[in-house]
């Protein structure tokens, strides 16, 4: 009996140290000394959320993997801190809605994305109005409008969503 049991406890915990991977936190340095990426480690691949910077100091992206891969909302800037852009990641690949921004911080476009290619409507801002809305199939352009009255009329806005 007492050997059934021990049995038991050891494939308990054998299980849950399979369960139970180690993650350690990871970082790394330009050869000035500046921190250049920093975030989580499992099974010798970066999953769980990370940090990217210049070699200034500044923050360039940020967001999080799995399995070494883009995954979830990340974000990017530029060398003097301000957004470039930002979006949805699916397994290393830019899908959904993705913003854009100009070195004022003002959204400049606007796009659908789906496995890396323009999917869906891009939407083109200038001094925060709408100017231009296009519409990509696979990458491809397949309409566009420059009044917002003519693309209302094509279009349900639900599918701006």
């Known amino acids: 009996m007492w050997f059934k049991k021990l049995l038991f406890i050891g494939f308990c915990f054998l299980s849950l140290q399979a369960f139970c991977q180690k993650k350690e936190y990871q970082k790394d340095y330009y050869k000035n000394g500046k921190l250049k990426e920093e975030g989580w480690i499992k099974k010798d691949k970066k999953n769980g959320y990370w940090k990217f910077y210049y070699s200034n100091g500044m923050l360039k992206s940020e967001g999080r993997f799995e399995n070494n891969l883009e995954n979830n909302y990340w974000y990017f800037y530029r060398k003097n801190g301000s ?5 949805h990641f699916s397994l290393g690949k830019k899908n959904k809605w993705w913003l854009f921004y100009d070195d004022m911080g003002h959204i400049n476009h606007k796009c659908q994305l789906k ?4 999917n869906g409507y891009c939407l083109l801002y200038k001094m925060e109005k709408l100017i231009k809305a296009s519409k990509y199939h696979k990458g491809k352009k397949v309409k566009e409008w420059t009044d ?3 693309f209302r009329k094509e279009n349900k806005l639900s599918d701006l969503n």
């Open 115 to 118: 496995n890396n290619q323009k």
């Open 83 to 87: 957004k470039i852009s930002e979006g």
């Open 148 to 150: 917002f009255s003519s």
